[in-house]
Nanobody, 125 residues
């Protein structure tokens, strides 16, 4: 059983930055075995992929819409994954979710086994 808790969301002006954090825990959970992803869901839209990182951090994936502006990273010793978001735009407004899956990176929502409750990011223009 994996528990994921996101934090760091909030209200920011367009062009600003935010750093999201995701804390992972679980009695039998070995963080190093999991790829981690960030997804987002805006009102009335489907949940979409944002970024993902392999268990060792050596490989990352990004959605085209956030490439260059967002950076995903992880600290396995702390069981944390981060999403640094720069040059935020109004279209980045959404609830952001952290997700975990055993094995390799994936862009697909259905490939992730565990999800957090989400954190709201609102970008004002």
């Amino acid at each position: 059983q994996v528990q994921l808790v996101e934090s760091g969301g909030g209200l920011v002006q367009a062009g600003g930055s935010l750093r999201l954090s995701c804390a992972a825990s679980g009695r039998t959970f070995t963080f190093d075995n999991y790829a981690m992803g960030w997804f987002r869901q805006a009102p009335g839209k489907e949940r979409e992929f944002v970024a993902a990182i392999t268990w060792g951090g050596g490989s990352t994936l990004y959605a085209d819409s956030v490439k260059v502006r967002f950076t995903i990273s992880r600290d396995n010793a702390k069981k944390m994954v981060y999403l640094q978001m720069n040059s935020l735009k109004s279209e980045d407004t959404a609830v952001y979710y952290c997700a975990a899956r055993r094995g390799s990176n994936s862009r697909y929502v259905g490939n992730y086994d565990s999800w957090g409750q989400g954190t709201q990011v609102t970008v004002s223009s």
